[in-house]
């Protein structure tokens, strides 16, 4: 099945400053990249996604990119505030019909420091 | 808020009991969507469920079942309880079993003694 990894574990930026977490995924069938931020105490937040014929997604703040070559995707968080202070995970979902499970990453730990 | 509400939010149980978890999906979804949140394991997909019918089955236990109901609503039964169960259950809803967007709920924390 689908592997997904995340990197760095923990990333701790000052507060303006960009902030870039790299996932990479095994499944190069996977066609579907979401991202999601987690709270302390709440449920996973879907922030932006990306399918595999798009190289670049951006919405305001956060940016996706993919490298479908090198089998890796990257959320970029620009002039970071500390309300972006969160659990960033990655995701991947192969295209099977009617099964879109989700193979999740570890998770980032991101935290902004004012 | 997503859309998604789950209860209890909270379950404290001892080991060798079952539990019930109950998820309702966002107005209009069909598909329904259960994953184990543990420190170890990170986000785990269990199973789904589209329109009442099982679709795909994950890292789930045989002592685990799941049904989605007439009104689209869920529920996840945890049966012979173990310590090791003790984790966060989480509920995503899409809007069928072709669209990838996954809404999560607020979660279940259940824990074991």
């Known amino acids: 099945g689908e592997n997904v990894e995340q990197h760095p574990s923990t990333l701790s930026v000052q507060e303006g400053d960009s902030a870039v977490i790299k996932c990479t995924y095994s499944d190069s069938a996977s066609n579907y990249f979401p991202w999601y931020k987690q709270e302390l105490g709440k449920g996973p937040q879907l922030i932006i996604d990306?399918?595999?014929?798009?190289g670049e997604k951006k919405d305001q703040r956060i940016a996706v990119t993919l490298n479908k070559t090198a089998k890796h995707f990257s959320l970029h968080i620009t002039e970071t505030q500390p309300e972006d202070s969160a659990v960033y995970f990655c995701a991947a979902s192969p295209p099977l019909y009617g099964n879109n499970r989700l193979a999740f990453g570890k998770g980032n730990q991101v935290v902004v420091i004012p | 808020d997503s859309g998604v509400t789950q209860t209890p939010k909270h379950l404290i149980t001892a080991t060798g009991q079952r539990v019930t978890l109950r998820c309702s999906p966002r107005s209009g979804d069909l598909s329904v969507y259960w994953y184990q949140q543990s420190l170890d394991q990170g986000l785990q997909f269990l199973i789904q469920y589209y329109n009442g019918e099982e679709r795909a089955k994950g890292n789930i236990l045989e002592r685990f079942s799941a049904q989605q109901f007439p009104d689209l609503h869920s529920e996840l039964n945890l049966s012979s309880l173990e310590l090791g169960d003790s984790a966060l259950y989480f509920c995503?809803?899409?809007?069928?079993?072709?669209?990838?967007?996954?809404?999560f709920g607020p979660g279940t924390r259940l824990t074991v003694l």
């Open positions: 990306i399918r595999s014929n798009v």
């Open positions: 995503a809803s899409s809007v069928d079993d072709r669209a990838n967007e996954q809404f």
